[in-house]
Nanobody, 129 residues
């Protein structure tokens, strides 16, 4: 059974940094594609960043140059390093995973959302000015 557990959220001031983690289990025989999505109150869920089994990444334009997604395959853990945080980054951040998905660095991450079928419970990020 696949399980995704996020951690690392919290409150930070504008310009600060946070590192989110997502511990994945249940992918015994394959490495999944994984991603971070976020949802702010009253807004639709939006893609943040994704990484495929071969390390190809894609980012939302709003976070390019500030956020970095990475994966430690030995630990089955996904990370999101967030720098230069802005108030508009405030949201619940969700880890997602799926098998058998590949994409290019220019793929719009929002277009990938329907393909992710495993989701974590989320971790809250608050950025205050």
């Amino acid at each position: 059974q696949v399980q995704l557990v996020e951690s690392g959220g919290g409150s930070v001031e504008v310009g600060g940094s946070l590192r989110l983690s997502c511990a994945a289990s249940g992918f015994s025989y394959s490495r999944p594609s994984m991603a971070w999505f976020r949802q702010a109150p009253g807004k639709e869920r939006e893609g943040v960043a994704a990484i495929d089994p071969w390390g190809i990444t894609t980012y939302a334009d709003s976070v390019k140059g500030r956020f970095t997604i990475s994966k430690d395959n030995a630990k089955n853990t996904l990370y999101l390093i967030m720098n230069s945080l802005k108030p508009e980054d405030t949201a619940m951040y969700y880890c997602a995973a799926t098998r058998g998905l590949s994409f290019s660095p220019t793929t719009a991450i929002q277009a990938l959302a329907p393909f992710f079928n495993y989701w974590g419970q989320g971790t809250q990020v608050n950025v205050s000015s």
